[in-house]
């Protein structure tokens, strides 16, 4: 069977932004291109990456690389109970909570990010991966 994994945001701008750990992102995605991996991200995640993308390449670079993640990502939807959810969860930080609250609701079965304060929060249900841990871990 094939995992589903949501990416954050942080794992797909070390990848487009060349920094730490892409090689590693750049792994997932090619097993998300061989059938190995389905692919998550939030809608919100594509704004977030249309701001730094922007910022870094312009707005046509920018553009060509999301859609480019698109080809192996699935956008999937918050939706209000879930924003609920997050909000009265014990993650502090909004952003990150309406992702991983959104990853858990979709019954996901991975969340890979680097943002180490998200990933003490974590619930057994969803367990936060490093992209490290996920192929120390996982593959």
Excluded: C, W
């Excluded at 060349?18 to 939030?42: C, G, M, P, T, W």
């Excluded at 998200?118 to 367990?127: H, Q, R, S, V, W």
Aim: glycine fraction near 2%.
């Amino acid at each position: 069977m094939v995992s589903k994994v949501f990416l954050d945001a942080n794992i797909l701008l070390d990848l487009t932004l060349k920094r730490n750990d892409h090689e590693k992102a750049r792994y997932i995605i090619e097993l998300a291109e061989v059938n190995k991996l389905q692919l998550f991200i939030s809608t919100s995640i594509v704004h977030i990456l249309g701001h730094y993308l922007t910022q870094y390449y312009g707005h046509e670079k920018a553009k060509q690389l999301i859609l480019e993640l698109l080809v192996n990502i699935t956008v999937i939807d918050i939706s209000h109970e879930v924003i609920l959810t997050a909000l009265h969860s014990k993650i502090a930080d909004i952003e990150d909570a309406l992702q991983y609250y959104t990853a858990i609701d979709y019954k996901l079965d991975y969340f890979i990010s680097q943002d180490k304060k998200l990933k003490k929060n974590g619930l057994p249900i969803l367990p936060i991966y490093t992209t490290k841990d996920f192929f120390d871990e996982l593959i």
